[in-house]
């Protein structure tokens, strides 16, 4: 007896089970070029990462905000025994390999016997792609003669959260560079900044600026 057609189509047909699995989401590194700089920190590869946009409500508040801020950073700054903070800006937001910010600290109000931190400042939008920064830093704050040195931190964590402070569709992060520095009132100081990572203009970055303040003894 001939089995119906369905049951004879059915018994054709193998099946195959579905296999589940899981897996972590790599990350993408890019090599950067600043591990051919003579350096006496530890490296560490960049890693890229998308930003997250800004809402266009949340920036018209934010940027309601920003004088109030900025007047009450300025203060604050001020009562903490500031003695010199500039900002350069960076066109259109694209720095390139061969534009070196350079500030010459002549202005500094320096006082016999006290001792100061240096800061470096630096302000990012939402299209920077990076999770880090790689910086080569040339000075004389420690010799007569211009030293370099290459410097790096962290723009956001693991998580593409930004550390320091936004606003304004900005972020704005300071990265300490000496502390509890003495300094000659006679000398003429200055400190040059060239961004050393693999892109080239690096996009993102709205302006860098130098700190310098009083070390207040913890």
């Not at 066109?91 to 500030?103: A, P």
């Not at 010459?104 to 006290?114: F, I, P, R, T, V």
Request: positive net charge; charged residues 25%.
């Amino acid at each position: 007896m001939r089995k119906p057609l369905q049951e004879e189509i059915s018994l054709k047909i193998k099946v195959s089970p579905v296999l589940m699995t899981t897996g972590k989401i790599r990350q993408t590194k890019k090599e950067n070029p600043a591990a051919d700089v003579p350096i006496s920190r530890r490296e560490t590869k960049t890693d890229r990462m998308s930003a997250r946009p800004v809402s266009p409500v949340r920036r018209m508040r934010n940027s309601r905000l920003y004088p109030l801020l900025l007047l009450f950073a300025l203060l604050l700054s001020c009562a903490e025994g500031e003695v010199y903070y500039r900002f350069q800006h960076i066109d259109k937001g694209r720095w390139y390999h061969d534009s070196t910010m350079q500030f010459h600290m002549d202005s500094l109000k320096l006082q016999a016997g006290e001792r100061y931190d240096f800061s470096i400042e630096i302000s990012t939008n939402g299209a920077y792609p990076y999770r880090d920064v790689w910086m080569q830093v040339t000075h004389n704050l420690t010799d007569t003669l211009l030293q370099n040195d290459t410097l790096h931190f962290r723009i956001a964590d693991d998580y593409g959260r930004w550390l320091g402070n936004g606003l304004g569709g900005l972020n704005q992060l300071s990265q300490p560079l000496f502390r509890s520095l003495p300094l000659d009132t006679a000398s003429r100081y200055v400190i040059k900044l060239r961004q050393v990572m693999d892109a080239d203009p690096l996009s993102g970055i709205e302006k860098i600026g130098i700190k310098v303040t009083i070390h207040q003894p913890e």
